[in-house]
């Protein structure tokens, strides 16, 4: 066939196909003209660039359905191209094609994000085949996605950041327990945003417009904590000079979010219990009876199935506030939602501290998505506050991110625990690990640390304290 004859279907349809569009990036005209003549004539509507460069600029103008990306580019290759595209766009299926079809290219462009390997030259029907299946799975993904953002709108979730497979399950799950006055369990691993979410539930719900009320159960002694949650009245103890309200009554028609609940004793537990059975307690040292109309949100780093098991936990009370469990994602199980959360994290820390700092390097994202961020969210919060912080120009470069997202030092990667070893002493060693290497980086200042985690220093120290880490002395500057 002359080109005189062949007549783009691109050109007759603009940039779009109701099958689909496709980018094909090839320094090889030959290669770039074949692509496209098979796979207009399947009704792709195709655009071709003949670098990197290139084909990142077109990406960036508007959206595609598939890339078909060479693996050997002059300049940049294909594989950093390829890092690029997943930053800018991690849900978009890229299919390598090089004449270097090793075993290792193959292995190294699967574990960097492509969706394909093909080696030239290609068969035409398995190359048809490979791209109607990537450009199907794109279309219907993006069609699931932009429903669940639909419903994402209509909701206050503001503040919580991602568009991974795990978090647009969360969205929706708040959305439909946010309207009901039954109480929620929150389980996830220490950092994965468990107050953010229960504020999300509390801002969506009928109680909006009452308080919402968060109390650490496990940064203060059971004495103080059960004044702070119940009250007390004058003389109820040696200190109580005067008669004081407990966050329950603080939070009456609204909603009290109780974290880390399983550090609480079983008396207290006791008495948690029944102010959901009943809805009434007494104050600290009373007499009468009072009336709440609190929801209850409790959150958990730990398995509360097993404390019940080990008799650490009152049974009755777990099945009582495991009336509806939302389970949090580590954020290795969605590392989709880094890009976004580093954005996010980006802008509120530039705003804070009065920097310029607009975006981060291609060099720096690729350790941060590749990391397997033990402490999760808040993880990457911290370090996304301090490459800002120390940062002296309009971007986020990879010598402002600490020695252990590198490799470099001591690393918090997650090694494999024993086979015996229970859920609860994982977390802990998890915990541990994750504090003793603040606390280094903050030269043993624990009131630094406990800024840096945003937490209150005697929810640090308690936990310093119950996971027996040894405190050093601090280096002289």
Not at 114 to 136: C, M, S, Y
Request: net charge negative.
């Amino acid at each position: 066939m002359s080109e005189a004859v062949v007549i783009s279907r691109s050109a007759l349809q603009g940039n779009s196909s109701p099958l689909g569009s496709v980018l094909i990036i090839d320094d090889e005209a030959e290669i770039r003209e074949s692509l496209e003549t098979l796979l207009e004539l399947e009704g792709f509507a195709i655009e071709t660039a003949g670098n990197g460069e290139e084909g990142l600029q077109r990406i960036a103008e508007h959206p595609f359905d598939l890339v078909l990306l060479d693996l050997a580019l002059p300049g940049r290759d294909g594989m950093d191209i390829l890092a690029e595209i997943r930053a800018h766009d991690p849900r978009l299926p890229v299919i390598m094609i090089t004449a270097y079809g090793t075993v290792e290219n193959a292995v190294r462009a699967m574990q960097s994000g492509a969706t394909n390997f093909v080696q030239k030259p290609w068969d035409n029907e398995k190359l048809v085949a490979d791209v109607r299946a990537a450009v199907g799975w794109r279309k219907a993904e993006e069609e699931n996605v932009q429903l669940k953002r639909a419903l994402k709108q209509r909701y206050d979730f503001a503040n919580i950041v991602g568009k991974s497979e795990p978090m647009l399950k969360i969205f929706d799950l708040v959305a439909q327990v946010a309207s009901s006055r039954s109480t929620v369990l929150l389980q996830g691993e220490s950092g994965t945003g468990k107050e953010v979410i229960a504020k999300a539930i509390h801002l969506n719900s009928p109680r909006r417009d009452k308080p919402f009320v968060p109390v650490n159960t496990g940064s203060m002694p059971a004495d103080l904590l059960e004044s702070t949650l119940f009250g007390h009245v004058k003389g109820a103890f040696t200190s109580a000079i005067a008669s004081k309200k407990g966050l329950f009554e603080v939070a009456d028609k609204g909603t009290l979010f109780l974290d880390e609940i399983a550090t609480m004793g079983l008396e207290t537990q006791a008495k948690i219990l029944r102010v959901l059975q009943d809805r009434k307690f007494m104050h600290l040292g009373g007499i009468q009876e009072v009336q709440v109309d609190v929801r209850i949100i409790a959150a958990t780093n730990v398995d509360l199935r097993q404390m019940v098991r080990e008799g650490r936990f009152r049974e009755d009370l777990f099945y009582r506030l495991n009336v509806i469990t939302v389970e949090l994602p580590p954020l290795r199980q969605r590392k989709e939602d880094v890009p976004l959360l580093v954005e996010h994290f980006m802008k509120k820390y530039a705003e804070e501290n009065d920097r310029q700092v607009r975006r981060i390097t291609p060099e720096a994202l690729r350790p941060l998505m590749a990391y397997s961020w033990p402490g999760n969210v808040r993880e990457l919060e911290n370090v996304i506050e301090r490459a800002v912080v120390l940062s002296s120009g309009p971007e986020i470069s990879i010598d402002l991110l600490p020695d252990s997202m590198l490799g470099r030092g001591s690393s918090l990667s997650l090694h494999d625990p024993p086979s015996d070893a229970s859920l609860f002493e994982i977390v802990e060693d998890i915990e541990r690990r994750i504090i003793t290497d603040m606390l280094e980086r903050c030269n043993w200042n624990q009131t630094e640390a406990a800024e840096r985690f945003h937490v209150p220093l005697s929810t640090l120290n308690q936990k310093i304290r119950r996971l027996n880490i040894e405190i050093r002395k601090k280096s002289r500057a």
